[in-house]
């Protein structure tokens, strides 16, 4: 006679044998939402051609507190932000141009053109995906100025 134990500890290894089939999961395409996709900066340049050597993505998340400023700076590769947090202001040296960006927005960098961004009353926070190459900066001062990060 089978003990009640005996009887406990097969079903429940029968269970588990069947289990992952019991729980297998629905296939399913995600669904996209293109938060950017364009060929030239914000100021309106195009861009012209991405670097020829071994590609290297750099993803960062900046943090600017609250009636600030950055540095003057500008960026030798391509890149694009996204704002998490708070808004953007972001200006070109030369021409004066400026752009606001808000929380849920995204917008293309310019490349080689100065510039500098300034957070409103509150800090703001960007996703900054570069696509750049190995041992190239994401980011140069100009001379005089301080990092921008």
Avoid: C
Avoid at 64 to 84: D, T
């Amino acid at each position: 006679m089978i003990s009640i134990r005996t009887a406990l500890i097969a079903a429940s290894l029968s269970a588990a044998a069947i289990a992952p089939s019991a729980m297998a999961q629905t296939v399913a395409s995600g669904h996209r939402d293109i938060l950017l996709q364009t060929d030239h900066s914000w100021n309106g340049v195009p861009y012209t051609h991405y670097p020829t050597a071994q590609p290297e993505l750099t993803m960062i998340r900046l943090t600017i507190p609250g009636h600030s400023a950055l540095p003057w700076h500008k960026h030798p590769i391509p890149n694009a932000v996204y704002v998490l947090e708070g808004a953007l202001t972001i200006t070109d040296r030369e021409s004066g141009k400026s752009h606001v960006y808000h929380a849920g927005e995204a917008f293309g960098e310019s490349v080689d053109d100065v510039h500098h961004g300034q957070a409103g009353d509150t800090q703001t926070v960007l996703l900054i995906t570069y696509a750049g190459t190995p041992g190239v900066p994401t980011s140069v001062p100009v001379k005089g100025q301080l990092p921008e990060y």
